[in-house]
């Protein structure tokens, strides 16, 4: 008889330890457990507990071991750039797609207050660039020399104008800062390049940030296979994207928890025939992060963010009690139940703002009232729209609520939303596991991806394959 050899897959968040079982053999889902995260006991007595529960509940051998962890916060970055569109943009593309989250954004000078505000904000990594190869230096140069005089407890990427490279590299670590040299995440005014930036950022998460937030013992167990959740997340986007034999072609994941709204898409990056493109190219590969849209940690920020009187009117009761339950759940995260109407009504406003907020819009050229421009990543054309998080693997009504809020999403105005996608829901919520296995065990992760999401049967489309913003 063939013994079942397993995986265990460990996510550690901010709230709950997540513990999957997976067989290798075929990609079935063994068992899932979890438990509250233990903070302040050390992140390994719940991760201990989980991986208990699994190995009484899936016999078979444990030949792979691998984790994610978001929690403490996640990964923390400050991206500094020249131009807020230009370098600013690329620095922040390059931090998002390296699973982080982006605590400060600076641009031109630093000033006596943006040193302030980023040592308010405790970044691990100062992702630092400014000006393509060959261009302005006078900017990175003297960011690197206030940055130096800071003295911040933070890791730095280097990854500006090589011409200032060497200049930028004596002052940072004259200040006393662990210096990462990565290739310009801007190296031309219409390329962007943040895959050297990226593996930098992943390099010193592994090296530094995990010994620094107590997670050393967890890369132990997990033989070094450990990366931050959302980055495990777009990678099994971008698996299922591209990578497995039933590719789903452009994908979009919503992933929603009780801190932040992330929203990851693969594709989409190309304007369609008649279209101006307006600034950078966007990513092929993209993620955003929404903070003020969660329905834990961050409640009481969504409420606000998403319109308290409208979310009120939606579940038929006052704006006072509405914030009242808004804090409830900041102060008791608990778990999330299957009929909650807060949960119903602001996951759909939260799913469907932070769609708005990820896609491009269409503008009329003033004077060429025929010309369209288009700012941002147009997804209208996506194949599948994925919707991941408890909230989505709770409730019986998952589709519904996915439906809602992409309807929600296209009617909020003149933006690319996707348009006729088949919506996919990860009921077992297991992406982040599909990320950890796609490189070693691609077919396990295929088959363990679709054994939780089905399959698409169709990919119809409506009207947007053809509107230019009417």
């Keep these: 008889m063939i013994r079942t050899q397993i995986a265990h897959l460990i996510d550690v968040g901010s709230t709950w330890t997540k513990g999957l079982a997976v067989s290798l053999n075929d990609g079935r889902l063994i068992a899932r457990r979890q438990h509250p995260t233990t903070l302040r006991a050390g992140i390994m007595q719940g991760v201990n507990t989980v991986i208990a529960d699994l190995e009484r509940a899936a016999a078979g051998t444990v030949v792979f071991r691998a984790a994610t962890s978001s ?212 990513p092929r590969v993209k993620r955003t992060v929404e903070g003020d849209l969660g329905l834990r940690v961050s409640a009481a920020a969504a409420a606000d963010a998403l319109g308290a009187e409208a979310l009120a009117k939606g579940m038929g009761v006052s704006i006072e009690h509405l914030r009242q339950v808004a804090g409830d759940r900041v102060e008791h995260p608990g778990t999330i139940g299957e009929r909650d109407a807060f949960d119903r009504v602001v996951a759909v406003a939260a799913v469907a703002e932070a769609l708005f907020r990820h896609v491009g819009r269409l503008e009329r050229l003033p004077l060429l009232r025929e010309t369209w421009v288009q700012i941002g990543k147009d997804l209208r054309r996506a194949d599948v729209v994925i919707g991941s998080g408890g909230v989505f693997a709770a409730r019986a009504d998952a589709n519904e609520l996915l439906d809602a809020a992409v309807r929600e999403a296209s009617a909020k105005g003149d933006h690319l939303v996707p348009d006729g996608a088949a919506l996919l829901i990860d009921r077992d919520y297991v992406l982040f596991a599909v990320g950890l296995l ?33």
């Design 71 to 282: 929690a403490a916060g996640g990964l923390r970055v400050a991206a500094i750039g020249l131009v807020p569109g230009l370098t600013g943009f690329a620095a922040k593309q390059a931090s998002l797609g390296a699973g982080a989250r982006v605590v400060f954004t600076g641009s031109y000078a630093l000033e006596a207050d943006d040193i302030e505000a980023m040592r308010d904000q405790r970044p691990d990594i100062i992702l630092l660039t400014g000006g393509t190869n060959g261009g302005n230096t006078e900017v990175i140069l003297k960011n690197a020399e206030r940055l130096a005089r800071a003295g911040l407890p933070a890791a730095v990427v280097l990854a500006g104008n090589k011409s200032a490279r060497a200049a930028a590299l004596a002052l940072l670590r004259a200040g006393g800062y662990e210096v990462h040299v990565a290739d310009n995440v801007l190296p031309a005014v219409d390329t962007l390049n943040v895959e050297s930036a990226q593996a930098a950022i992943r390099g010193v998460f592994l090296e530094r940030i995990v010994v620094a937030r107590g997670i050393e013992k967890l890369r132990e167990w997990a033989l070094g296979v450990v990366m931050p959740t959302p980055k495990a997340v777009l990678d099994a986007a971008a698996f299922l994207a591209d990578g497995h034999p039933g590719r789903f072609g452009t994908t979009v994941v919503v992933d929603i928890g009780g801190a932040t709204t992330d929203v990851h898409s693969i594709g989409g990056s190309e304007p369609q025939a008649g279209i101006v493109l307006k600034g950078l190219p966007e």
């Design 438 to 470: 796609a490189q070693r065990y691609p077919e396990t992760a295929a088959s363990l991806a679709l054994r939780s999401l089905g399959k698409p049967q169709s990919l119809t489309k409506g009207a947007g394959d053809e509107k230019c913003g009417s």
